[in-house]
Structures are given as C-alpha cells and as structure tokens.
C-alpha cells in the first residue's frame, strides 16, 4: 500500500508538471507563417552547443534551422521551410563548446561550476510530435529527453502514426524519471542561487548531473549519453546494457546523499529524487531488466488528468 501511495504521488507531480510549467507558447487560430522553438540545453549547462532543428519527412530528417547555445545554455531557432511535423532539436559539440561541470566531485580537472571542454562526438537531442503555435519556449534538451528521442526513433521505423509514437516515448522516459522530460526547464543547477527554481527543474538537473558518475578516464560523458539512450531503445532496460536500471538508479541516490548536493538543494527535493529512485527499484524484475511502461497521464487532457487523478486517490484509501 504504501509503494502504490509512492507511485501515485510520483504521478500527481508528474501530472502537474504536464499540466502547467515548461513548453509556454502563443497559441493562433490559423497555421502560423513562422514558427520559433527556444530553450536550454543542459547536462550541466552546454556552451556555444551547435544546435539544428530537423523535421522528420517520409523517413529522413530534413534541416530546418540551426543555432548556437549560448553561455547560459540558452538557444533560440527559427524554422524554416517547416511543416507542422515531428521535430528534433539536436545539440552537438564544435570546438569551442563547453559544459559546465555539474558532478559532485567535479569533472576531471574541472571543480564544479567551472566550464570543462566538451569531446566532439557529443551529441544530445529532444524530440517533439509536432509545433503547432508561432512560439514555443522552455523546450529543454538533456539527457533524458534524449532517451525519449532514441526511443521514438525506433518506434518511428514500425509505427503507421508517427506522431503518436512520439508521444509514447515521451510518455515512457517522464514514466522513468518521474518529472515530464519534455515540459520541465533545464536550469543551471550550478548557479549560486537555485531557490527560485521549481523543485521539478531542481530534480531534473541533478539526476542529470548524476551520470557524471559514469564517466571515467577512458569514457566521456558523451559516451555516457549514447550509452543511456542505446539502453532504451528496444523498450526495457536491463542488466545487459551499459548502464543498467539498477545502477541508473543508484547513481541518483548517490548524488542525492553527495555533500555537494545537499548544500545546494532543499531537503525536500533531495526526498522526491529519492522516491522516484525507489519506484524504479521496486520493479526492477528478477533477472534485472525494468520495462518502461507509459505515465497514463501524459497526453491526457487536463480535465481527463484530474479525473484520472481522483480514482486514483479513492483506490488508495
């Protein structure tokens, strides 16, 4: 009982994450002549990223805008030649990007908060089912809006309703960490001051900053995000990938219990990582393997999601 009371907490804040914050636009009553996308690209903080927008059109990717990311992380693309489909945002290294280090015991040579070069294999991604308005703000890109984008790539090779299969991937990876990846703003968790920064956001940055634990002398944190998202592409993460759920998991449990972590986050963030920790290692199966069902609650209308919300709670009583 108290497991299903966890997982339907996790689910209200999923659900309100969805409902409101992150993904602001200006709606329009007719197809809109031009459309901008913007936002932030953070594992920690990626500088001087080069960013491409790239539409997906009868199985290949067209290119409909490019970009850099500022030293904030911040990027704004303009599209063109877009036609109201599936849209990729992708982040890749040049010789002058950079991220800011976000791991809790630094990164290399780099102490926390200091810029740290980037290898230019990196490569980091988000992936939306369609822009519909003029403008569309707050669209992060991490690496969990990576794993949603490998995941939707595999379900765009089999599925007749691409759009749909989008959908779905995003719904599995927000499932997984337990905050919408698509909705929630990257943020700079390296900043002095973070209080102002919703508790969601907080969460989401740290558990990406936790795969600096990945990392090693002969592997990069691109490698890293390459790995997590090759780990999910068939569905299921399991004890045969690279990264494992178990040790996904743990990773975020270690940089929630980490000296860094705990004087910069409110003890109240440091808890909701650790539950989200905890759902995943409750069903993680015998042979270790976790299967990465859906939120429901994803792409329900707000008034479906509050009623969703209420049979739930009454079950539980």
């Known amino acids: 009982m108290e497991f299903k009371k966890l997982a339907l907490a996790i689910a209200i804040s999923t659900a309100l994450t969805a409902c409101g914050g992150g993904g602001g636009s200006s709606s329009s009553s007719s197809t809109p002549s031009t459309y901008t996308v913007s936002g932030t690209a953070a594992k920690g903080v990626i500088q001087k990223g080069i960013v491409t927008a790239k539409e997906y059109v009868n199985g290949t990717w067209n290119t409909v805008g490019t970009s850099l990311t500022d030293d904030n992380g911040d990027y704004s693309l303009l599209l063109s030649g877009y036609a109201g489909g599936i849209l990729k945002i992708e982040i890749t290294a040049g010789s002058n990007t950079t991220m800011k280090c976000d791991g809790s015991s630094g990164c290399g040579d780099a102490a926390f908060g200091q810029s740290v070069a980037l290898p230019q294999s990196f490569s980091m991604s988000a992936i939306l089912p369609t822009v519909s308005t003029p403008s569309l703000t707050n669209i992060p890109v991490t690496p969990y809006t990576n794993m949603a984008a490998a995941l939707a790539e595999t379900n765009l090779a089999r599925s007749t309703d691409k759009k ?6 995003l719904a599995k990876v927000t499932n997984l960490a337990g905050f919408d990846v698509a909705k929630t703003p990257a943020i700079d968790i390296t900043a002095s001051d973070i209080s102002g920064e919703s508790a969601t956001a907080q969460r989401a940055a740290t558990m990406a900053a936790a795969l600096m634990s990945f990392t090693s002398d002969s592997k ?29 998991e743990q990773s975020w449990v270690d940089i929630a219990n980490s000296d860094t972590y705990k004087a910069i986050l409110p003890s109240t963030t440091i808890d909701g990582i650790k539950q989200q920790a905890s759902v995943i290692e409750q069903n993680i199966s ?32």
């Open 286 to 317: 015998d042979d270790g393997s976790f299967t990465v069902m859906p939120n429901p609650l994803y792409s329900a209308t707000d008034i479906a999601k509050a009623k969703a919300l209420i049979t739930s709670s009454r079950s539980f009583r």
């Open 164 to 169: 749909a299969a989008v959908t779905d991937a």
């Open 220 to 248: 990069s944190i691109a490698d890293v995000i390459q790995e997590l998202a090759d780990s999910i592409k068939d569905g299921t993460l399991d004890s045969n990938d690279e990264i494992t759920p178990t040790e996904l």
